[in-house]
């Protein structure tokens, strides 16, 4: 019962709880330290670099991303697409003669960390969001297209989903609204 | 900015009673492209999952006189669609171009739009979807399977509003040609009963079609506008489209 | 130490901790995903469009097929064919779930290790199997038993029909059997009467009253996409239609409902309708003099004998169609600008009597519209000039010589599968050592399964190629995975009923998921490896087989290819044959070769003329069909009711299929069979009432649909279903209408047909 | 044994007795707990609704338990607002009653729907056009006003009561107590209306659809109506049948013929408009939809037969309406059938809206469909039942539930 005469704790207990459930809370389930149990980091299968493709290679974006004639996205290019260059090791970085002897020879598939990765029912349409609304790549894909290093990819456990670089329906609707795009369920949906 | 299209779209579909066969192949074109499942046992009509319905009518009289019609019922996309007002969560909503959109995973399967839509264009997901073994590496990646509880319902196949819409973005319109996007069953139908296009858009057949002194609607006194068309040449079949208090229609006749 | 109000403190402070920290969003959000992709959902890919030719049945339409990266999930119908221009049927609407249904498909080569029927396999490898098959083979054909080696061909116009023929011919078999259906007769007929040995195509389009002896036009005869759009191109105004269509048949179908008029007819009386119509048209003098005169024999004893034994009252008798319709249809008939009478009972596949047929076709003779417009079209179909010829070695002429198994007794006819099924069992003959089945399914099929099955238990080897593990495979000692038509190269040729040629290759949109291989190529290694028929296969594979036609085909530089959007009309216009062969084959990956100016055949019997009564044959009339069971015993009629949405034979209904099948068909599993009320009333049943349908074939629980669209004392039983093999989805469900039906046959020819039994109905 | 918990000078019958009570409520619980397992592993397949009965026995429950239940709000309204004083010695069963009512609802609610994982979406992407979004907030926020109702009946526990912090704090929550009436009431008025509204809107169910005033259909305002009518009604029916199983008067007669006269009042104005409604109805509603009224009912004497109507508004309606009006309500007899045929009443009317507005063919070449729930549907609703009855004989052992009882037991 509450009229014990022991020295009163006061606050104590409630300001360490507060603390201890608080650092947890973000700790373990904030994206920006992403540790375990929920959150996973992992790094790209290979060390790719814009940079180096855009700056010193002077290759475009369109390049080898672009929009198929039917409408579609070409996304991430298949490992052909590499090959034309990569045939042979274009330069000695360890990364490239990794590459080559992981991929180019053995002619496997690259397995692509996708960062922006959205669940299987959406839809999302390129054609619209370049052609109609001009929007540039940097919009919606960050600095993703300029980086010499690939950040590291952070997904959920659970959900198995990319965390960080990730647009959610929020930010889809949002932007909608301000460019009065339709925003209808089946405008994303499917 | 603004990146609304500026041109007007509503789509409608128009079916030919008199040219429909009943021969059922929309509606398989319509569950392989929008990904339906099917169970062992699928004698229970009332639980039965399919966007799309034929109807059998007959005129009622004796052979050799008996005539018989057919009615595929898509969801009429109705321009005051209840199932849109009456539902709790927004799952469901009229597009803009005259689709009524949903979202399944929105849904919590309260099956109020049921209760409510007068078609029955709306079934709910009684048991888990299910494909024959193998056969889900048949399933079209453009429609998401829908999980169990919650309502689904035929879509005009938007997916495929999507793609045409893609295409023509690509080749730098907006405007969408007559025939580009048509749904599946319109796609499949041997007698080219059914016919599907942009209403806004007067030199398109559905347009013209509309017009015709022998096209109605489904159940046109409930007022929910509907946007699928039907046209028969033969009274008896407009008859059974809609509730008729006998005087009052006469008088209308006369 | 800390009291418990501190703990409390602790937790309250816990709590309201996690509140300011992202923990309970970040877990919302979890389960929104979560829930949102539990469902398995298709992977995206690359999307492709393929053209090929549907082969699912003899209806050959154009199929565009989807493809997402190598899964196929779609297939529509291809604009550039005139046969189905853009148009579907369900069947091939549904192929995709045949293709992919891996508890119907067969997998790997099957060796039986069971009893027959039992259904226990042992999976080997194909060159194990190609090794059981040629020793077999082999051994046989030297011990000079080649003729005990039986073939059985379920393909109709494929043409690897061809090459299997010329097998049996090389090795030395005349035992080459074909599952029964119509067109068996009508070529047996066309020749006897024309003789014409090639195709025969029906007008229709361009006709303007068409007399349909129980046609299931909109049922899935001939073509059926291509009857479906003639339909809606005849009722394109259904104010003025371009023709008037009267349908004859026991029970009111689709058909009969949304054509002009229905005339009930007692089942099996086709032939007496025909006869009186032709009374009337003949005692009128309503009909086509001048052709009669010059190009017809034997027409003075023809009206003879329809003036003398047909008279209306006789025939209305049969019949039970009144005197006043009779002569009604009998004058429009007669005073109809273009006319035509056809026959072929349902879809066609049900075999018609040969007299049946011959008063039908003498109804088109009377007015005279054989070979002109909207009439009975008979031409040569390309692909029967294409095989080279070959000579056969000294084992094979002498095996050949031998008679064949099934039609010792009925020399007019080619193939009598029941007949064969006989004389194995009863051993009459000589012993059938190894029977080959091609994608055929005669233990569900055939007429009166149970003896089929019998008789597979008589055969020492039975092998069979096919894509799906159905009825038949349960009875084989090897069953060979058989590439589906998605899977496979092969060769269209025309279409039942079609009135000008066609030719297509159709070829593989995907490799196959699983290990098959075309019995084709098959039938090729076995040449190879059997020694003396290497001769007369000279290819190295299917595919070669097909250029070498298509060369042919080139070489002869007749017809078009069907490059054009075809829309409902009777456009039948294409382009010229390109200039190179090489273009040729590119173009037809596409679309189709076809030939709408084909040279009609004329009369090549012995008089040049229209033979009335063939010496062979004599007059056709009208004899009842050789019926089992006693009418005291089975007062009723049993007749087989077909629907574009059930397949028969061969191809169960795909799961899709059976969902959209009516409770008016199947309920739960039990199938439903359609009574008259008074038949009801007799028999106090009421809708929905089980009931033991008993036919001198066989019995099975079913239950009853009261509808007045049946003639009374008729049974229509829904005729596809009640299968006892493939999947969940098909197995178990209703009842195998032909072990019920069984089949009556005709006298003289010996021809079989499921197409009415005696039966009676028990209440239980 | 847990004498100690009884409120003093009241007597209960042997704790050995409660316990074999308890017991067998505790049966019939664990079978439809069974049931509602049976329902959230497999999905509503469970159920016999279909694609036509979108809705059926437990929507019905819902209603009518909600309708019943409006004896709390009503009461209280009656009680603390216009300050009608015997109320109190019936109104703690009156808020227990709604309690039960409104948390079984809930309960069911939750199991009704497809998805219950998603069940927040309707209050996180409410719509707020439709009725029964209105409905979910109303409820849910009237059962936490419940409870808070709920709570000074329990905490005035003797054992309970014993904790200083606690008595004061149940004390104040006494003198507070008219706020939380206020709420109740207003919370009741929308969400029972709403309930009416649910039906009403549906402009593509002639049977059901009703115009109406401003964004609400006739039936809102029946619905409240038909819901004071008979929540009153089925409390004193409660009061009545506590007395008869614990054969202990609780309650003076004159509390209860109040409540009957209540009852009987506010059913004979609801059934005027009920009426007017129906006539209305039948001559112009329906006609205008191109229908006629033998064409939304089966019959005379089918599944959906006219019958319906007649019980509903005859036998069930005007009978016990003149019954609680009239002098007969002071024999026990007819006051007890008078609110019993009322209750039944209303809850026909309810069955009626949902099950037979999805019965009627909604296509001319269509037919009547017939729904009969599956075991699995009854089980989960006696299971509701059975939950009432333990949480009311667990409130009447341990809380001084009848200021009277004392006085009439001595």
Known sequence: MGQNNEKNLGWAPFVIGFILAFCVGWIFFGKHFAVPPLYGKLHQPVL?????????????????????????????????????????????????????????????????????????????????????????????????????????????????????????????????????????CFTCHK | MHVESSHAEKYVMVIDIDKCTGCGACVIACSQENNIPVRTDETDKYRSINWLVIYRITNGEPPPKTKVAYIPRPCMHCDHAICVHVCPAQATDKDRIGVVSQIYPRCFGCRYCMAACPYHARVFGWWDPVFPKGTERGLNPDVSTRMRGVVEKCSFCHHRYQKARDKAIAEGRVILKDGEYITACAEACPTKAIYFGNIKDPNSKVAKLVKSPFAFRLLEKFGTEPSVYYISRQEWVRRQADYYLEEIHKKAHE | MLTRRDFLKFVVGGAVGTLFSPLPWRMADEMVLFSQTWTYQPPKGKEKWVY???????????????????????????????????????????????????HRRVKKPLKRVGERGEGKWEEIEWSTALNILTQKLQELRINGHGYTVACLDGYRNELVSGLIRRFCQAYGTPNYLTMPSGDETTSLVINALQGHEGHVGFDLENSDYILSFGSGLLEGWGAPVRMQIAYRYIYENPFKPKAKIIQIESRMSDTATRVDEWVGINPGTETALALGIAHVLIKQGIYNQEFINNYTAGFDSFKKLVLEQYKLERVSKITGVSKEDIIRIAKEFGQAKRPIAIWGRGKGDIPCGLYEIMAIHSLNALIGNINRKGGVICFNDPSETWWPEFGLDEIAKKTLSEPRIDTSKFPLITSLLYRFAENVNSQAHYKINALLIFEANPCYAAPDPALFIQALKNIPFVVTFTSFLDETAKYADLVLPAAFFLEKWEGITTPRGLQYPIFGVSKPVLKSPYDVKHPADVILTLAKNIKGIAQAMPWRNYKEVLKAAVKKLYQKGEGKLADKEYLVSLNLDGSSLPGSFEAMWEILNKCIWFNPNVKKEGFKTASGKFEFSPKELNLSHYEEWELKGEKEEFPLMLIPSERLMLTDGYLGNAPYMVKALPNTVLIKNDLVVEINPATAAKYHLIEGDKVLLKTPFGEAKVRVHISELVLQDVIAIPIGLGHNAYDEYLEGKGINAHQLLGYAKEKLTGIATWALSRANLIKI | MDAALIPPGVKRCSFKKFLIWIACVSVVLAWGVYAMILCFAKGLNQTNLNDYFGFGLWITLDLAVIALGAGAFFSGFLRYIIGIDELKNIINLAVIVGWICYGSALMILGLDVGQPLRGWHIFWYANVHSMLTEVAFCISTYFLVLCIEYLPIILENPELDKNRFIHIFSHNLHEYMYIFAAVGTFLSFFHQGSLGGVFGVLYSRPFAFREGFFVWPWTFFLFILSAVGSGPAFTLLIAWALQKATGRKLVKYNVLELMGKIAGIMLSIYLVFKLIDTYYWAIHILPEKGMTITQCYQGWFGPYGLWLLVAELGIFGIVPALILISPLRKKEFFLIIGALFDCIGIVINRFVFTVQTSAIPTYPFDKWVVYSPSWQEWATTIMVIALGVLVISLSYRYLPLFPQEKELNP
Request: aromatic residues 10%; hydrophobic residues 30%; neutral net charge.
């Open chain 1, 48 to 184: 790719f670099s814009h940079e180096v493709h855009t700056e010193s290679a002077g290759m475009t974006c369109e390049d080898c991303h672009y929009l198929e004639p039917n409408g579609t996205w070409s996304g991430i290019p298949r490992l052909d697409k590499c090959i034309e260059c990569h045939e042979e090791p274009q330069g000695e970085t360890k990364a490239e003669i990794e590459f080559i002897k992981n991929y180019v020879e053995p002619r496997k598939e690259i397995p692509w960390l996708i960062y922006s990765r959205q669940p299987k029912n959406v839809f999302f349409s390129h054609a619209a969001h370049l052609k109609i609304a001009r929007f540039e790549c940097k919009v919606c894909h960050k600095d993703l297209g300029y980086n010499d290093k690939p950040p590291v990819y952070v997904y959920s456990r659970l959900s198995k989903y990319p965390q960080n670089y990730v647009i959610v329906m929020e930010d889809c609707m949002r932007c909608h609204k301000k460019f009065d795009a339709p925003n209808y």
């Open chain 3, 52 to 102: 090929t030719l549907c082969q699912l049945c003899p209806g050959g339409c154009g199929l565009k097929v989807r493809k997402i990266d190598d899964r196929v999930v779609k297939i529509e119908g291809n604009q550039l064919n005139p046969v189905n221009r853009g148009g579907l049927c369900p069947l091939g609407a549904s192929s995709v779930q045949l293709l992919y249904g891996e």
